[in-house]
Each structure stands twice: as C-alpha cells, then as structure tokens.
Nanobody, 123 residues
Framework: QVQLVESGGGLVQAGGSLRLSCAAS????????MGWFRQVPGKEREFVAA????????YYADSVKGRFTISRDNAKNTVYLQMNSLKPEDTAVYYC????????????????WGQGTQVTVSS
C-alpha cells in the first residue's frame, strides 16, 4: 500500500515563499514519477510539476515556471515543491501524486495520491 503525506501548506502574502513536502512510503520508488497537482473549488485538478525518481528530469506547468522548483531526497523518499514569488492565483489545495514510469501531465495517469495541503496566498 502506497502512502503519500503532504505537509508545508499555509497562509502567505503575495510575493512570499512556501515549501511543500511529500513523504512517500509503502514501496520502492525507483523508476517512479512524483508529481504535484493543485485544485481550486469548482475547477479541475491541474498539473503543477513532476520529477522522475531516478533520472531527475523535471517538468513544470507554464504558470509556475521560474517560480516553483520540484526536488527530491531519495534517501528520505521525499519530494519537495519550493514555491517562490507566490501569487493569489496560486491559492489551491496542493496534492502529491505518484506513478510507475515516466512523467505524465494528466491526473488519470497517477494511481497514488496524498490527502492534499491548503496553500492560501493573500494579496
């Protein structure tokens, strides 16, 4: 059973920073992709960033490029999302997700999900 636990969300002013963490357990994540998605009420969950566990390739949504950085600590089975220059439109529940294989952008490609952590950016 795969478990993903997010932490690090909170309230921050526009222009500020937050770092989200996703601790993974329950299986070996070699060869897996870890991703971050976000969702606001009334909208579909959208792709934010992803990284391949072994190779370290990273991909970002255009809306966060240059502001967000995804990274991982293989020894700790943890993935991070460093969010800088936050904007009010970044307000959402952020979810960590995992899949075996390469990076995909669609939510349906990820079978494993965390519970989500709220990020609120005030103007």
């Amino acid at each position: 059973q795969v478990q993903l636990v997010e932490s690090g969300g909170g309230l921050v002013q526009a222009g500020g920073s937050l770092r989200l963490s996703c601790a993974a357990s329950g299986r070996t994540f070699s060869g897996s992709t870890m991703g971050w998605f976000r969702q606001v009420p009334g909208k579909e969950r959208e792709f934010v960033a992803a990284t391949s566990w072994n190779i370290g390739s990273t991909y970002y949504a255009d809306s966060v490029k240059g502001r967000f950085t995804i990274s991982r600590d293989n020894a700790k089975n943890t993935v991070y999302l460093q969010m800088n220059s936050l904007k009010p439109e970044d307000t959402a529940v952020y979810y960590c997700a995992a899949r075996v294989g390469g990076i995909y952008y669609s939510t349906s490609s990820y079978p494993y999900w965390g519970q989500g952590t709220q990020v609120t950016v005030s103007s």
